[in-house]
């Protein structure tokens, strides 16, 4: 593209791009390009918000969440892509465009790793960051401002289960103790004061009422403050806890793919 070329176009297109950017943190609530599961998304995106003046948001939302956790990675190749510019094109002309089905593997969430900087990684961060996830103690305090967003091999964020204490609590654990479905935003400082506490005591140290509408933004199950009501934590209780927050997760994206084909299937102990 020559010169010439880009100068007429520019201005367009850089509304389109500051749409995008405004998309993606104040429509989603994602801070900072890291939770954005593929790059591709911003070519999509801003394809789709050049020259439109009446941007369907409700559409879009649902194009991230679709893309984001379809069990198949399809957006990952110039191909792909291709086909999303032009699925979105013609909706930016009216004209009728529909999703096939999604299809989401249970096992895929409970695998998902702590320190991977893989596609679902992304998207179950930037779910939980779309929550806009609240302070354990002071509820009406958003932690996002607090939280260190980048992928890293250790990124700041909290094991609720804390790994030290699975390692001297039981042996009798099947699933992945670094698994995401393990992981909540909280600021800094919490994280410090939990350390490698027993979740239920550290839980006691909160208002627990207020703490089970808190954790609802969190997508982290009930079950937990149960425990902490009844100083008890069962030896199979990150096994229950990590099922139960698969259907945590698997609720809030039915409720943001409504009125699509939402099938749920679990590979779970099928031979490779």
């Not at 593997?105 to 893989?118: A, E, H, Q, T």
Request: aromatic share 14%; with cysteine; net charge negative.
């Amino acid at each position: 593209m020559e010169a010439a070329q880009i100068e007429k176009i520019w201005e367009d297109a850089k509304k389109a791009i500051l749409k995008t950017f405004d998309f993606f943190e104040n429509h989603l609530h994602l801070k900072g390009p890291r939770l954005v599961p593929f790059r591709y998304f911003y070519m999509s995106i801003v394809s789709y918000f050049y020259k439109n003046p009446e941007p369907n948001y409700e559409l879009l939302n649902k194009y991230f969440w679709f893309y984001s956790f379809h069990t198949e990675e399809k957006l990952r190749n110039t191909t792909h892509l291709r086909n999303h510019v032009d699925w979105l094109e013609r909706a930016k002309q009216g004209k009728e465009v529909k999703f096939p089905d999604f299809v989401l593997n249970k096992n895929d969430l409970r695998d998902s790793s702590y320190s991977s900087r893989g596609r679902l990684s992304r998207s179950i961060l930037s779910l939980l960051s779309s929550q806009e996830p609240k302070d354990w103690k002071y509820k009406d305090s958003s932690v996002l401002k607090d939280v260190y967003y980048h992928l890293t091999d250790k990124p700041n964020l909290h094991h609720i289960f804390p790994l030290n204490f699975l390692d001297n609590f039981t042996d009798e654990i099947e699933v992945n103790k670094n698994s995401l479905m393990n992981i909540a935003y909280i600021p800094q400082k919490t994280n410090l004061e939990i350390s490698d506490k027993n979740p239920v005591n550290y839980l006691k140290e909160y208002n627990l009422e207020e703490l089970d509408e808190v954790f609802e933004d969190h997508l982290i199950p009930n079950e937990l403050i149960q425990w902490a009501k009844k100083d008890y934590l069962p030896e199979d209780a990150l096994d229950v806890f990590i099922e139960k927050r698969i259907d945590c997760f698997i609720d809030s994206l039915e409720n943001r793919l409504r009125e699509l084909n939402f099938n749920v299937i679990d590979s779970k102990g099928e031979e490779s």
